[in-house]
């Protein structure tokens, strides 16, 4: 059960520079409740308060699915059904290999392929594959069920000889209308489905997991998995049109949310292990509100241990929006922005403040034990977000990096460090002023340093000093044409910077790989610049391989006229160079990895093997 211990966020602690105006801290206390009509009573009054004619502002802008439905049979989510144990991973001594390239070292993150380098599990074209890196065959195929969802949305994890698929799906569903249960020709938006596959042998689903929801991320360590998903009340609203007025169709769907039941707004899945078939929701105890929210959305939290099974998925939920997810071996977090909305008269329900102020609040669980997480503190600071990267705890403590404003012309970007004040997470420094009229493009943490790169026309590279949380200090800035997206450490006071080239005026001009040397003043020490080309590594890390041992850094590359290929460089010594290029046939490459001495790239159509050294072509597995 979550914690409720009061208290309100606020910011407090030293400051180096005044910042920004800021949203007012919404009350932070998380109200758990144990007693099932004082939950829906309190999710009906929340969504009364912001329910407009078209809808809940939260997603649900029409018909959606009532995922719990109230069917015969339906239980708390609490499973019991057998499930096979895991296999142990094979013996055989596994050479050195790279891994996903994610944010925390030791927390493992979803991506398209995974290694153990033995072999390489990939995902592509709704199959699943199994491929023996050293005899370089295919010993496994597995299709995945159909989906209607983005292409290469596909994901996994793996833990020894299991690993789980994660299929974003969207679908057709039934709603709820007066109490009563019918068909609904509508789309229903989002499901997102996880398969428990066993690859001891020839790959087999031991268990489907579906759950009504957008599925947002995932983090795992050791073999223990959580998955974070977000769902929406399912409620048949009406929509205003010529025939009804928005006065009316207000009215009506005012009505809608006091009728609707509590299954409309607990979160719900279903287990299928074998013949065995479990349709199970969130209890009620395993649900929080933050006081005072008007959220409709309810995010979830699924923890699996990978070699026990998928049944008994310990949800927690908390009612709040979310969107970003970021793990430490601990703890974590999830966050979302308010953009400066808020609920409006008939016509109006979501209209802007004025001036509209955007404010990310951020709630932090415990995972450091293998059961559900434990809900620890919560907190709220001004402006916006960018990823996961703008966010990393370090000795107890939160960084996060936001831009406040953005797009208007007085923006400005902030360092903030949060600690934990009993269930609030309080700022107790920062350091604002950052790239003003620029918004925040790239953000890294390592150790007691963070890097920061903004842009509108030239690229400010600032490094701060954050040993001293409540002093936190710019302590070096360096402009350049361009910016960098990703930033990525490069051992020896070195850093390595991936984006784009610009003119003076911030026009785009093609790929640039910088490296800089951030032991003091920063400063670039090498560049490489392709004209006309962008990487998938601007948006994505996991597109992004760099392997110590040699310096090899390879980046999926696409040509502004629409092919594509893997771009290897060599960084060694203040140089980069480049090594040469990888092409697949009639397909992007995606993601690269390292295998002992094979770098292997992987795309749609196939995977390709090359020496690490000078990629000399070794192999060509095609799907």
């Known amino acids: 059960m979550l914690v409720l211990v009061a208290g309100c966020s606020g910011e407090g602690g030293s400051k180096t520079e005044a910042t920004a105006s800021s949203a007012p801290a919404p009350p932070m206390r998380l109200v758990a409740y144990t007693d099932c009509t004082e939950l829906l009573s309190r999710l009906r009054k929340s969504a009364e308060k912001v329910v407009g004619p078209y809808g809940l502002p939260d997603g649900n802008q029409g018909r959606a699915a009532l995922a719990g439905r109230g069917l015969p049979g339906a239980e708390s989510a609490r499973g019991d059904a057998a499930v096979p144990e895991a296999p142990g991973a094979a013996a055989k001594q596994a050479p050195e290999h790279s891994s996903t390239n994610v944010h925390e070292a030791g927390v493992d993150e979803p991506d398209l392929v995974k290694t153990d380098g033995r072999r390489i599990v990939t995902v592509a074209r709704g199959r699943l594959r199994v491929v023996d ?50 068909a609904d020709p509508a789309p229903t938006g989002p499901r997102m489905r996880l398969l428990l596959v066993d690859l001891s042998g020839e790959p087999r689903v031991v268990s489907t997991l579906t759950a009504d929801g957008e599925y947002l991320d995932a983090r795992q360590t050791g073999p223990t998995a959580r998955v974070v998903f977000r769902s929406t009340p399912r409620i048949d609203f009406t929509q205003a049109r010529p025939d009804r007025s ?127 997480p434990r809900y620890a503190a919560s907190g709220s600071v001004p402006g916006t977000l960018l990823n996961q990267y703008a966010l990393s705890e370090y000795e107890g403590r939160l960084r996060v990096a936001t831009t406040s404003d953005p797009g208007n012309g007085r923006s400005s970007s902030t360092v903030r460090v949060l600690a934990q004040n009993g269930a609030r997470l ?96 920063p400063k670039r020490l090498s560049r490489f610049h392709l004209p006309d080309t962008s990487t998938e590594t601007e948006f994505d890390a996991h597109a992004f391989l760099y392997w110590p041992r040699t310096g090899l850094t390879v980046v999926p590359i696409t040509t502004y006229q629409g092919g594509g290929s893997a771009l290897a460089l060599r960084v060694t010594g203040d140089r980069v160079t480049r090594l040469g290029t990888i092409e697949h046939p009639r397909s992007q490459i995606r993601r690269s990895l390292v295998i002992g001495d094979t770098l292997w790239t992987v795309s749609d159509t196939g995977l390709r093997a090359n020496a690490v050294t000078d990629l000399d072509e070794r192999a060509w597995i095609r799907f």
């Open 246 to 372: 928005e006065v009316d169709a207000l009215a009506e769907n005012r009505q809608a949310v006091r009728r609707a039941p509590l299954e409309a707004w607990l979160p719900s899945y279903e287990v299928t292990t074998g013949t065995n078939r479990q349709r199970l929701r969130v209890p009620c105890e395993r649900v929080s509100q933050p006081a005072g929210s008007t959220d409709t959305s309810i995010i979830s939290v699924l923890t699996f241990d990978l070699g026990a099974g998928i049944n008994d998925a310990d949800p927690v939920s908390v009612v709040t929006k979310g969107r970003t997810v970021y793990g430490t071996g601990s703890s974590l977090y999830v966050s979302d922005t308010d953009y400066g909305t808020a609920p409006g008269g008939p016509g109006t329900a979501m209209k802007p403040v004025e001036p509209p102020v955007a404010r990310t609040d951020i709630h932090r669980f415990d995972v450091s034990g293998t059961g559900p």
């Open 426 to 521: 309080d700022v107790v420094g920062s350091v604002g002023g950052l790239g003003k009229g620029e918004r925040i493009y790239s953000v890294r943490f390592i150790g007691p340093t963070g890097y920061v790169v903004t842009f509108r026309q030239v690229d400010p590279l600032y490094t701060l000093d954050l040993r001293d949380p409540a002093r936190p200090k710019v302590t070096g800035e360096l402009k350049i044409t361009g910016y960098s997206a990703y930033l990525h450490p490069a051992g020896d006071g070195r850093l390595l910077g991936v984006g784009q080239e610009a003119s003076g005026e911030g026009r785009t001009l093609g790929l640039q790989v910088s490296l800089f040397d951030v032991t003091g003043q």
């Open 133 to 182: 890196a050293a005899d370089r065959k295919v010993t496994g195929t597995l299709t995945l069920p159909e989906v209607n969802s983005q292409v290469g949305s596909e994901n996994l994890l793996l833990a020894g000889d299991r690993a789980i698929v994660i299929l974003p799906d969207h679908r057709l569903g039934m709603i709820q209308r007066d109490n009563v249960e019918v």
